[in-house]
Nanobody, 119 residues
Framework: VQLQASGGGLVQAGGSLRLSCAAS????????MGWYRQAPGKRRELVAD???????NYADSVKGRFTISRDNAKNTVYLQMNSLKPEDTADYYC??????????????WGKGTLVTVSS
């Protein structure tokens, strides 16, 4: 499974960005897809994820501001980020989780895309 993320950039506080992540390869072997982020000097943390059935999970810090969505026909997951804050500045990583007998529990990662929020 390969993940190609895009959409990062520089935005002022209060602004919006949308990240996209397209999955390719053995996509039938994955279920949950989502986004993690890692700020300098901090651990990587879950931002939001969603299953193929559409259920979503969010970090408390982004609830009400970020929305994750998924287009199963395009094998793409999106993260709409509104009301951005300087503390949202981080490298954002797309993630997919294996769901078959041979890759259950395996994490697939895309390259990070940098989001910088200026105050």
């Amino acid at each position: 499974v390969q993940l190609q993320a895009s959409g990062g950039g520089l935005v002022q506080a209060g602004g919006s960005l949308r990240l996209s992540c397209a999955a390719s390869g053995n996509i039938y072997t994955i279920n949950a897809m989502g986004w993690y982020r890692q700020a300098p000097g901090k651990r990587r943390e879950l931002v939001a994820d969603t299953t193929s059935a559409g259920s979503a999970n969010y970090a408390d810090s982004v609830k009400g501001r970020f929305t994750i969505s998924r287009d199963n026909a395009k094998n793409t997951v999106y993260l709409q980020m509104n009301s951005l804050k300087p503390e949202d500045t981080a490298d954002y990583y797309c993630n997919a989780k294996g769901a078959t007998n041979w890759n259950l529990g395996m994490d697939y990662w895309g390259k990070g895309t940098l989001v910088t929020v200026s105050s």
